[in-house]
């Protein structure tokens, strides 16, 4: 029988999984002042086009409107088409650039810690010590600081094991998720 | 028969919250955000020569004014943003970062082969290979390993034992020959 509160898992990440992963939690994290964004962009496009229409009576230039108006559609764009593009790109790029992500890493999580063994990471962490984690429609991504990144994709895990390590990370790190 | 080859040196590092925040800095300027610092000095430069000379001295109306002086007022904004806003938020977030750092790589010690270097800590135990390493930044006080941005190694240069402080510094220069930038501070 399958032990709840301990399993052992082993992880090779996909470049589509990190990327996918890393725009999710930079689209929460950008929630927190996204609509003041898509609001100043709207806002800056009407200003725009009232001064191409109207320009003499408030005081724009065509020139100053149109940078307005783009500027607006900038903003108004960023947060659903602009910012998901440039963090895939980003996402990419440090997958190819960081190698543990392309060894394969095996974890052994039980109540309160996980142990890591790959090429270059040996150990044992207590899970208190994640500073920041995020679930995902497609996997559980914890950071350690700025010195380890644990991934485990949820296509790897059996329903049991997704709700062990929900509760794991809600017990120990409660102040870490990214909501 | 197999044998391990004796580590060049064996270095106990417990780097300070000042030399992290430092250390990142010093990252940051050769391959993170304050990587354009250099091009926004220019810039800024650039920027109210722009503005003076696109503004219509004889024929002055507000709406003519309007591009001329957001020309002239990027220049500030630039400088401002590259020399203390950016710098600053980067400070205050390497300072959160130095609070984990410290508890896992608390009392480290770091040993150096001649391809790679093994950190052991209370923790974990890193095998960061030279070979991966794209930069390393000396600087009178530090040796500055990096990965990429987020991923850095931190060796005092008063850690290191006086007994072997000339060697390892000459190992490191040579082991780093093509990726060695020697910095004063974070901006030169």
Redesign the interface.
């Known amino acids: 029988m399958e032990q709840m509160d301990k399993f052992t898992i082993s992880v090779l990440v996909t470049k589509d999984e990190y990327s996918g992963a890393h725009v999710f939690e930079r689209h929460k994290i950008r929630s927190r002042y996204s609509p003041f964004l898509t609001i100043s962009g709207i806002a800056l496009v009407v200003l725009g086009i009232a001064g191409l229409f109207y320009g003499r009576l408030i005081m724009l230039s065509p020139a100053a409107a149109g940078c307005l108006v783009l500027l607006g559609i900038f903003l108004g764009l960023y947060d659903g088409v602009i910012a998901p593009i440039l963090d895939r790109g980003a996402a990419s790029r440090d997958y190819l650039a960081r190698e543990e992500l392309q060894f394969a890493t095996t974890y052994v999580f039980s109540n309160n810690s996980v142990n890591v063994s790959n090429g270059r990471v040996q150990g044992e962490i207590p899970v208190s010590l994640v500073t920041k984690w995020i679930e995902t429609p497609a996997l559980f991504k914890m950071d350690v600081g700025r010195e380890l990144s644990v991934i485990i994709p949820k296509r790897l895990l059996s329903e049991g094991q997704i709700q062990t390590l929900r509760s794991i990370l809600e017990k120990n790190a409660p102040d870490a998720e990214i909501k | 028969m197999t044998s391990q080859k004796l580590s060049k040196a064996k270095v106990l590092i417990n780097p300070t919250k000042e030399e992290y925040v430092k250390s990142v800095l010093l990252v940051e300027r050769q391959i993170g955000y304050l990587r354009p610092l250099p091009i926004a000095v220019i810039a800024s430069a650039i920027l109210p020569f722009l503005g003076l000379s696109s503004f219509n001295w004889f024929r002055v109306?507000?709406?003519?004014i309007?591009?001329p002086l957001?020309l002239c007022f990027s220049c500030p904004v630039l400088l401002i943003y590259f020399f203390y806003l950016q710098p600053s938020l980067l400070k205050e977030r390497a300072a959160g970062?130095y609070?984990?750092?410290s508890?896992?790589?608390k009392d480290s010690v770091m040993e150096f082969f001649d391809d790679n270097m093994v950190t052991k800590?209370q923790?974990?135990?890193?095998?960061?290979s030279y070979a991966?390493m794209s930069l390393c930044i000396e600087t009178p006080e530090l040796f500055v390993l990096a990965?990429?941005s987020?991923?850095?190694i931190v060796i005092p240069k008063r850690c290191i034992p006086m007994e072997t402080r000339e060697e390892l510094t000459a190992f490191l220069r040579q082991a780093f020959a093509p990726r060695r930038k020697v910095m004063k501070s974070w901006i030169f």
């Not at chain 2, 109306?61 to 003519?64: A, E, G, L, M, T």
């Not at chain 2, 923790?123 to 960061?128: E, P, Q, S």
């Open positions: 109306s507000y709406s003519s309007f591009l957001i970062y609070k984990t750092y508890v896992i790589m800590t923790y974990l135990t890193l095998n960061d991966l990965k990429d987020e991923r850095i």
